[in-house]
């Protein structure tokens, strides 16, 4: 089957963060949702359009195979796929050599016209970015964070600029960015891709003084500078979120067991101060992290939205979560940019 995705409308997205359920799912329940993985993916990606109001669908992973999958059937369903390769402990050129694959695969099967995010937080994925003294990545991404506070703010735009050339030269035509990490540097405007959209991936912050969240204000600023950096070019949020804990608003996207007692309600009304400043950006695009079956909020915090039941390849019964519930209200009612993300085709 060709798929026609050259006249696919790739809008502002409104999406969800999805990752392969092979990686997210019960051991003991893998070897079911691998004898069928398509149904999975199309009961999951009509929830996330028809519940959650979605226009896209962020394909994160590494898994080439998966990510096509649940690529072409997203298409199928109308809604468009950013593909978001993920290849996490690797080398940087590693890295590259994994997105060349990855690349070749997806233009083999016609998604070359889709948004591309070539790689994620460069800094903690790949190893030599910065070096530390372990390779456990919990210890690692600690050592990552204190550096951070003392006000260091590595440089990966020559990284992305590469990651960028290969997939051009490997023939991907549809839009290109980069899931930045808030306290990377990227220089947007030595970045010449005609298709080029700004990214950054955008969680609240705290005070490290006063360990509390800090204000609307600020994050505010955060969407400001990224729309400063791309002048005429399109600015989308791949990451945001709040887990379902007291004290989610000042932790960000970390730090799960510095959240406190398990508080669905908090997160709603965390949540609900994310979209406030969304609202005022209408030509930004979003996507809420993530979309996935209920963890143990205890153990290790949970961006899910759904509130599952069941297995949804089992039994489609779930119920949405109160903070699933407005986010869902938000992208229904929440006007697209008219002119979407122009896709060429030459």
Request: proline share 3%; hydrophobic share 35%.
């Amino acid at each position: 089957m060709t798929l026609d995705i050259t006249e696919q409308d790739i809008r502002t997205p409104k999406g969800i963060n999805y990752i392969d359920p092979l990686n997210r799912t019960k051991l003991n329940e893998a070897f079911v949702m691998g004898a069928a993985s398509i149904e999975r993916y199309r009961n999951e990606i009509q929830i996330i359009k028809e519940d959650l109001g979605c226009n896209a669908l962020r394909v994160a992973g590494g898994n080439i195979n998966k990510a096509i999958e649940i690529g072409k059937t997203s298409l199928e369903m109308g809604i468009t796929p950013w593909m978001s390769p993920r290849f996490c402990g690797n080398t940087f050129e590693a890295t590259k050599n994994h997105l060349r694959d990855y690349v070749e695969c997806c233009v083999a099967n016609g998604l070359e016209y889709c948004p591309l995010i070539v790689a994620n937080e460069l800094l903690f994925d790949c190893t030599d970015i910065i070096r530390t003294n372990t390779t456990s990545t919990k210890e690692r991404h600690e050592e990552i964070h204190e550096m951070l506070k003392k006000g260091e703010r590595p440089d990966v735009t020559e990284k992305v600029i590469e990651l960028i050339q290969i997939a051009r030269q490997l023939g991907w035509k549809g839009p290109l960015t980069y899931a930045a990490f808030a306290y990377e540097t990227v220089k947007w405007e030595m970045i010449g891709d005609e298709n080029l959209i700004i990214a950054a991936n955008l969680y609240w912050e705290r005070d490290l003084e006063t360990e509390q969240a800090k204000t609307r204000d600020h994050y505010e600023g955060k969407i400001r500078k990224l729309e400063s950096q791309a002048g005429t070019r399109r600015v989308v949020i791949t990451e945001f979120g709040v887990t379902p804990h007291q004290n989610t608003l000042a932790y960000g996207g970390g730090s799960f067991k510095l959240r406190g007692s398990v508080d669905y309600s908090a997160q709603a009304e965390a949540l609900d101060q994310y979209l406030s400043v969304i609202q005022n950006h209408p030509k930004v695009g979003y996507f809420l992290y993530s979309f996935e079956e209920e963890q143990n909020p205890f153990r290790e915090g949970n961006f899910g939205v759904v509130n599952i039941k069941r297995s949804i390849l089992r039994t489609p019964e779930y119920t949405l979560t109160e903070a699933a519930k407005k986010f869902s209200t938000f992208n229904k009612t929440r006007s697209s940019d008219e002119h979407g993300i122009e896709v060429n085709t030459d």
